[in-house]
Structure formats: structure tokens, C-alpha cells
């Protein structure tokens, strides 16, 4: 699979993600405050995902390659609802002005998204958050639509399993034409390995995403990852499908897509990082004029 990124040559999925990666995930290489060797030039690409586990601050360049980026563990979104306004808007508003010292320039607008079947009224509360961090929302997208900007996928399925819900989208042709969305996320497998383990949530929180943890609580979440695989071949019944691809945090717990391959019968995969592949796809979208 190859990404087009702008004008561009074609690289492969992998490589970019490997890109975004490597400026997202910064701290681990203690550059959080490190400006970028030159102030980049011309349009900005600036996307935010308001995630129930993560909240993701990306920006591009006008090529549409990663430039600088930050995530961090948060919970002020539950299933798609902004549940903590105040905490979204100082969390997001700290992630600015983080990118904008490594940047030398301003943000001043994003594209955000939303999960498959949200209110519309509680979407406008995503574009709120943004707002009030000091940016423009002009535009909030699908989540679905946003992870197909990078994956471009033509037929298949994409399966969004973040914390709180799982998100399908049906594509036919590179175009959406089914989505859905149901609670069942990486919330639930941190329930599940609090209540077995006898420890507290916010400790399984930070227990599951060490990969080195995750084939010793395998066994303790296998059963939420059927769930998962359970609502996928519910929204896909009536429909050809020979792919599944598999994005959001959750989908990188070791054998989520082996289970959902064996739970459906359906070809299965996971990008690098699938918990970048939306923001990324988000900031893609955003055409706004300075």
C-alpha cells in the first residue's frame, strides 16, 4: 500500500506513519521544547483528535508530511461526548503552545472529528473545546473519513476501536458508505484487567499499553476483543467485504487483529501506531486560508 502525500512521491504507509510517529511521540527522545532547525513555510495542516483515552494535536506540512505533534493520556471525552469541557480546553490549549514554540509560528485552526453517530449537538461541543483553546474549527469530520484520508482504503472495512467505542465504516469504490458506531473500547479492557488483577483502573490503564504486559493480560481481554469482532460481523452482514483494517489505540494490543480475523473470517490487519492514523487523516482534511 502506498500514501500519497501531496505533491510528494508516493511512500509507503509504514513510512509515514514511521514519520508521524517520530514527531508525535517526541518526549521519548527528550525533545519536547526542541524548535524545529527551520520555521516552515507556507500552509499549515493542523488536525485534533478529542479521543477518550488520548487527546492527538498534529500539524503538517503543505505536502501534507508530519511536522511536529503531541499526544497525551487524557479522559475528558466518554463514547464521543466531551465530559470534562474545562480539562479538553487547558490539556489542549498546554498542547499548542508546546507545538507552537517547536514550530516559531502560530496555530490558529484545526479540523476536528467525531465517532459514527454522535449527536449534533455534542459535535459542536468537539469544535467548542478547539475554539476555546484558540483555534477555529471550520470543519469537523467523520472519523471514519478522516482515517481513510491515510489509509485509502478503495474496499474494505475500517474498524475504529478506541477507548469507548468501536467505530465501522464500510468503503466501496474510496468512498463511505456505511458507518456505526457501538460502546466497546480500551476502556472495557481496562475494566476487565482491574477487576482480575484486583488493581485500579487508572494502574490497568497504564498496565495495558506496555507491550511487554500485554501477552501475560491477552487472556483477560480476549473476550472483549470478540465483542469487538462480534459488532463488526453484525454491520457488515449483507456486505461483500475481503479486508479489515484495523485503527484506533486499542487496535494495538498485541493479537487484536488475529482475533478479529478468527472471529469474522475476514483478512484482518493494523497499521504502525493505528492510534495516529485519524488525527493524521483529520489534519489532511483541513483546506483552511490563513
Given at each position: 500500500?502506498?500514501?500519497?502525500?501531496?505533491?510528494?512521491?508516493?511512500?509507503?504507509?509504514?513510512?509515514?506513519?514511521?514519520?508521524?510517529?517520530?514527531?508525535?511521540?517526541?518526549?521519548?527522545?527528550?525533545?519536547?521544547?526542541?524548535?524545529?532547525?527551520?520555521?516552515?513555510?507556507?500552509?499549515?495542516?493542523?488536525?485534533?483528535?478529542?479521543?477518550?483515552?488520548?487527546?492527538?494535536?498534529?500539524v503538517?506540512?503543505?505536502?501534507?508530511?508530519?511536522?511536529?505533534?503531541?499526544?497525551?493520556?487524557?479522559?475528558?471525552?466518554r463514547?464521543?461526548?466531551?465530559?470534562?469541557?474545562?480539562?479538553?480546553?487547558?490539556?489542549?490549549?498546554?498542547?499548542?503552545k508546546?507545538?507552537?514554540?517547536?514550530?516559531?509560528?502560530?496555530?490558529?485552526?484545526?479540523?476536528?472529528g467525531?465517532?459514527?453517530?454522535?449527536?449534533?449537538?455534542?459535535?459542536?461541543?468537539?469544535?467548542?473545546?478547539?475554539?476555546?483553546?484558540?483555534?477555529?474549527?471550520?470543519?469537523?469530520?467523520?472519523?471514519?473519513?478522516?482515517?481513510?484520508?491515510?489509509?485509502?482504503?478503495?474496499?474494505?472495512?475500517?474498524?475504529?476501536?478506541?477507548?469507548?467505542?468501536?467505530?465501522?465504516?464500510?468503503?466501496?469504490?474510496?468512498?463511505?458508505?456505511?458507518?456505526?458506531?457501538?460502546?466497546?473500547?480500551?476502556?472495557?479492557?481496562?475494566?476487565?484487567?482491574?477487576?482480575?488483577?484486583?488493581?485500579?483502573?487508572?494502574?490497568?490503564?497504564?498496565?495495558?499499553?506496555?507491550?511487554?504486559?500485554?501477552?501475560?493480560?491477552?487472556?483477560?481481554?480476549?473476550?472483549?476483543?470478540?465483542?469487538?469482532?462480534?459488532?463488526?460481523?453484525?454491520?457488515?452482514?449483507?456486505?461483500?467485504v475481503?479486508?479489515?483494517?484495523?485503527?484506533?489505540?486499542?487496535?494495538?494490543?498485541?493479537?487484536?487483529?488475529?482475533?478479529?480475523q478468527?472471529?469474522?473470517?475476514?483478512?484482518?490487519?493494523?497499521?504502525?501506531?493505528?492510534?495516529?492514523?485519524?488525527?493524521?487523516?483529520?489534519?489532511?482534511?483541513?483546506?483552511?486560508?490563513?
Amino acid at each position: 500500500m502506498t500514501q500519497e502525500t501531496g505533491a510528494v512521491a508516493a511512500i509507503t504507509l509504514e513510512q509515514y506513519l514511521e514519520e508521524a510517529e517520530a514527531v508525535i511521540l517526541h518526549r521519548d527522545q527528550s525533545q519536547s521544547a526542541v524548535p524545529l532547525a527551520e520555521i516552515p513555510q507556507g500552509k499549515l495542516r493542523v488536525g485534533v483528535d478529542l479521543g477518550t483515552a488520548y487527546l492527538v494535536l498534529v500539524v503538517l506540512d503543505e505536502l501534507d508530511r508530519p511536522l511536529v505533534g503531541e499526544w497525551q493520556f487524557a479522559q475528558v471525552v466518554r463514547d464521543g461526548l466531551v465530559v470534562d469541557y474545562i480539562g479538553a480546553t487547558d490539556l489542549l490549549l498546554g498542547m499548542k503552545k508546546s507545538v507552537e514554540r517547536r514550530l516559531g509560528r502560530d496555530l490558529t485552526h484545526a479540523v476536528s472529528g467525531f465517532p459514527p453517530g454522535v449527536a449534533s449537538v455534542e459535535v459542536r461541543a468537539t469544535a467548542n473545546v478547539v475554539q476555546a483553546a484558540g483555534m477555529d474549527c471550520p470543519l469537523l469530520i467523520d472519523e471514519p473519513s478522516a482515517a481513510n484520508q491515510i489509509l485509502h482504503v478503495q474496499n474494505g472495512v475500517i474498524v475504529d476501536v478506541g477507548g469507548g467505542t468501536t467505530g465501522i465504516a464500510i468503503i466501496k469504490d474510496g468512498t463511505v458508505v456505511y458507518t456505526a458506531d457501538e460502546p466497546t473500547g480500551g476502556t472495557h479492557f481496562s475494566l476487565v484487567i482491574a477487576g482480575s488483577l484486583g488493581i485500579s483502573f487508572e494502574e490497568a490503564e497504564a498496565l495495558k499499553i506496555k507491550p511487554e504486559e500485554q501477552s501475560r493480560l491477552y487472556p483477560l481481554v480476549r473476550a472483549v476483543m470478540e465483542k469487538v469482532g462480534s459488532i463488526v460481523l453484525r454491520h457488515i452482514q449483507g456486505y461483500t467485504v475481503e479486508h479489515i483494517t484495523l485503527v484506533g489505540g486499542a487496535s494495538a494490543f498485541t493479537g487484536m487483529a488475529q482475533v478479529i480475523q478468527e472471529y469474522t473470517g475476514i483478512s484482518t490487519s493494523v497499521p504502525r501506531r493505528p492510534v495516529f492514523v485519524t488525527p493524521l487523516g483529520l489534519a489532511k482534511f483541513d483546506t483552511y486560508e490563513d
